[in-house]
């Protein structure tokens, strides 16, 4: 069974810190990996994709096959980072993509 | 380009009714996908849609079950509702043969008594 781990639940770093929000997957096969953000008060997006390798208002994730895992990383906090951030997964099957299996989300707050 | 919209906002039923949440899909996109976030927890999958027909599932129990329309608009289904059914409902969007970026709705909050 797919499985998504996100071991923090609340990350609290100052502005200009460095943040790291861990992801950890389980898939059988070869699984798209995105990360999602909610900031407060709004719906939930897309911050970026393994597939396209962008780093999206600073942020960047490196797919570890190895270690299974899909980190979101970005050098220096700012305040508006602060959000609920979910790392999801979604396998493909049937000539397209499956629906989304997240992880339970980490509380991100940037302190000033 | 209108984004992807859910109705109603939020409800209010009492246990063993019957619910109907509606959503309409992003301009240009084919497939719906329905997701039940519970309080403190992430998305579940529920199930998806695609040229009407559910195309995939999620480990949710056939009481829940959905539409989707030609103008691919879907709805979501809930019977005999439980007291653990209460959650935010979200619908996203996307283009199967796309790059599978799912766009949501803001959600139907329900409320089971």
């Known amino acids: 069974a797919q499985r998504v781990t996100q071991p923090e639940k609340l990350l609290s770093v100052f502005k200009g810190a460095p943040v790291e929000l861990k992801c950890n997957y389980s898939y059988s096969g070869s699984p798209e990996l995105f990360w999602y953000v909610q900031y407060s008060r709004q719906r939930l997006q897309l911050l970026l994709r393994?597939?396209s390798r962008e780093s999206i208002k600073g942020f960047t994730a490196d797919l570890n096959k190895g270690e299974t895992s899909f980190h979101l990383k970005k050098p220096f906090a700012q305040e508006e980072d602060s959000a609920m951030y979910y790392c999801a997964l979604s396998g493909y099957s049937g000539g397209g993509a499956d629906g989304l299996t997240f992880g339970k989300g980490t509380h991100l707050i940037i302190q000033p | 380009e209108t984004g992807v919209t859910q109705s109603p906002t939020h409800l209010i039923k009492t246990r063993g009714q019957q619910v109907t949440l509606r959503c309409s899909s992003q301009?240009?996109?084919?497939?719906v996908s329905w997701y039940q976030q519970a309080l403190g927890q992430g998305p579940q999958f529920i199930f998806q849609?695609?040229?009407?027909?559910?195309?995939g599932r999620g480990n949710f129990p056939p009481r829940f079950s959905g539409l989707q329309f030609p103008n691919y608009s879907s709805e979501l289904n809930v019977n005999a509702l439980e007291l653990d059914d209460s959650a935010l409902y979200l619908c996203a969007s996307s283009l199967r043969q796309g790059n599978n970026e799912q766009f949501f709705g803001p959600g139907t909050r329900l409320t089971v008594l």
């Open positions: 849609y695609y040229r009407e027909e559910e195309n």
């Open positions: 301009s240009g996109h084919n497939t």
């Open positions: 393994h597939i």
